[in-house]
């Protein structure tokens, strides 16, 4: 069900969904552990946000100071600029402002700055944030925010899952570290997985099935939505634990993996079949086939990724055309895509497989 909520508000262009506090406290906190300087003196940057709601706001605004912040910057889109539309009430926090404007709050982005004591207690937090509207809308793309981007250290928000391809390209564009929510799908974007292939961009720390926030204030749960970073953590360095084949072959949780007497090689690819992350074994140096979910495990010591197996993206690879007889036992079955033979003699293609091989 989570994942057809994710899918169902792709199609939608439904991109109103805020970060739970609790989540995005625990992937920064991950970042802190490993290099507790990572914000010091630093401008941060939370574009695509609704600063009067979101929690990456409050959560930055509250730890300006632990964090020893330079800047902080958040900006929203114009209600009216959404293509999702929802029935719209300006908060108290802005109509109580004596340049509250009724027609700019419609069709004019936000922005929010925090980098001084303004109340004058001696302290830098939440309460000292200044607001005024933007010149334009807040769509991330446009010159006003791209010149924000520019002037910015780091880049941190949960952005639109409709325009989550070209909020990468765009940040690829800065040169910017940055901390971004997205759809775990995402890595088979040919915008997306050059850059986890050739580590400019990993995978972050709390990955998985989350629930977000409507704007009524209901949580909804997404499916396979994962953190992406190009700032380093802890976990990313720690190598996984392996099995041999032969203790895979016998004591693996993969039930389809214990039945059989080795693993499946691909019919298509000198490469073997692994079904998770946890059944790698420790004694083969090969090629193998892992599922998208091995990213949230990847070690880049450990391991070098040599491509991915979806769309026609495996014709660059060297995958073979299958046989066109073959079409008629599975549909599915496409040129530039894994497939093996089962021991009944049906052609199986598993889910999205990324290629993998021990580092030499």
Same mark, same amino acid.
Request: aromatic share 14%; proline share 6%.
């Given at each position: ?6 899918a ?5 262009k ?29 401008t ?94 807040g769509?991330?793309?446009?010159? *006003? %925010? ?12 949960? #952005?639109?899952? /409709? !325009? @989550? ?5 765009w ?23 050059p850059l986890?292939?050739n580590? *400019? %961009?990993?995978?972050?720390v ?6 977000y926030?409507? #704007?009524?204030? /209901? !949580? @909804?749960?997404?499916?396979?939505t994962?953190?992406?970073s ?15 084949m032969?203790?895979n ?8 993996l ?8 691909y ?20 090629i ?73």
């Amino acid at each position: 069900m989570a994942n057809t909520n994710l899918a169902n508000a792709k199609t939608a262009k439904n991109d109103e969904f805020y970060t739970q506090y609790a989540d995005i406290q625990k992937e920064i906190n991950a970042y802190l552990e490993y290099n507790p300087d990572v914000f010091r003196g630093k401008t941060v940057l939370l574009p695509c946000d609704d600063p009067e709601w979101s929690n990456f706001t409050k959560f930055f605004a509250q730890n300006f100071e632990l964090f020893g912040l330079k800047k902080l910057i958040s900006t929203s889109y114009a209600p009216e600029s959404k293509k999702y539309k929802m029935p719209y009430q300006p908060t108290l926090f802005e109509t109580s402002q004596p340049y509250f404007d009724n027609d700019k709050s419609k069709t004019h982005g936000k922005i929010f700055v925090l980098e001084r004591d303004v109340t004058g207690d001696n302290r830098v937090n939440i309460d000292d944030l200044q607001w005024q509207y933007l010149e334009g809308d807040g769509d991330f793309r446009s010159k *006003e %925010i791209c010149k924000l981007r520019d002037e910015s250290d780091i880049i941190v928000t949960n #952005p639109p899952f /409709s !325009l @989550f391809r070209e909020f990468v390209v765009w940040l690829m564009e800065s040169n910017k570290r940055f901390v971004i929510i997205g759809n775990m799908n995402a890595v088979t974007y040919k915008e997306i997985f050059p850059l986890l292939k050739n580590n *400019e %961009i990993w995978f972050g720390v709390n990955n998985g099935a989350k629930k977000y926030i409507k #704007p009524d204030g /209901s !949580l @909804f749960n997404m499916g396979n939505t994962c953190w992406y970073s190009n700032i380093d953590h802890g976990r990313r360095h720690k190598p996984l634990q392996l099995m041999s084949m032969s203790a895979n072959l016998k004591h693996s949780k993969h039930e389809d993996l214990r039945m059989r007497k080795q693993y499946v090689k691909y019919a298509n690819f000198d490469a073997i079949d692994v079904p998770g992350y946890d059944a790698i074994p420790s004694d083969y140096d090969g090629i193998m086939g892992v599922p998208k979910s091995f990213l949230d495990k990847y070690c880049p010591e450990q391991f070098e990724i040599i491509g991915i197996a979806e769309g026609d993206s495996g014709k660059e690879l060297g995958l073979k055309p299958y046989p066109r007889e073959l079409k008629k036992l599975n549909p599915s079955l496409r040129d530039g895509q894994l497939y093996y033979i089962d021991e009944n003699g049906y052609p199986v293609k598993p889910f999205a497989r990324i290629l993998i091989r021990k580092k030499q």
